[in-house]
């Protein structure tokens, strides 16, 4: 069936590059997301990247797309204290409805 | 625009009561899905609908019941609360899921006793 999974922790320095991996083992994934998620409050779409590309370049943030292994990684460079949240992966299938199914989430945490 | 708006906050239930969380989105968009958040498990997937009148069922659709008798709402029912379904709920839409992913709500806290 669908499985996405996420380590659960990261910590990094201020001004270091963090990077935060996502396995899926659909190979019908379409879509693949990457949600930011602040305490108390909802999911909110940070980028996505489509099946058929390998990398996509938005500003802070790159997504590595590896559809051999089924591994995707969003790396934030500059990371912040503001960037402190957990970040959920996760994938649509193709003819599914549009349904998602999300990663376990990785909590970042960004000391000073 | 309000965006996805769901109500109550917070919801403290007795085992064994019912209730609806409700769901409203003004953004004209044809897919809804109700997810549930629990400390890590990420978001299952409860019920979803591509359209109003179409609904189906998620990962984790046992105790909860959903209609879409419109295109704005998409209310989340809790037949017979059980202390399983103490959790963050979130419900979200999205016009196009692929490129534009999902709209989500803050998120209702329901807590079962």
């Known amino acids: 069936g669908e499985d996405v999974e996420q380590s659960l922790f990261l910590s990094v320095r201020e001004g270091d590059s963090s990077v935060i991996n996502c396995t899926y083992t659909?190979?019908?994934?379409?879509?693949l997301y990457w949600y930011k998620q602040e305490p108390g409050a909802g999911l909110q779409l940070l980028t996505y990247?489509?099946?058929?590309?390998d990398m996509k370049q938005d500003q802070r943030l790159t997504v590595l797309l590896n559809k051999k292994d089924k591994h995707l990684s969003l790396r934030i460079a500059d990371t912040q204290t503001g960037d402190s949240a957990i970040y959920f992966c996760a994938e649509s299938q193709r003819n599914q409805g549009g349904k998602l199914i999300f990663g376990q989430g990785t909590e970042l945490s960004v000391k000073p | 625009n309000a965006g996805v708006t769901q109500t109550p906050k917070f919801q403290v239930l007795k085992t064994g009561q019912s209730m609806t969380l409700q769901c409203a989105q003004d953004m004209n968009h044809e897919y809804m899905s109700w997810y549930r958040q629990d400390p890590g498990m990420g978001l299952r997937l409860i019920h979803y609908s591509v359209g109003a009148g179409i609904t189906d069922q998620g990962e984790v659709p046992n105790g909860y019941n959903v209609s879409r008798s419109t295109t704005e709402d998409f209310p989340l029912r809790l037949l017979s609360a059980a202390p399983s379904q103490t959790s963050v709920y979130f419900c979200?839409?999205?016009?196009?899921?692929?490129?534009?992913?999902?709209?989500f709500g803050s998120g209702t806290r329901l807590t079962v006793v």
């Open positions: 990247i489509f099946s058929n590309m």
């Open positions: 659909d190979s019908s994934s379409t879509y």
């Open positions: 979200a839409s999205s016009y196009s899921p692929g490129q534009h992913g999902y709209t």
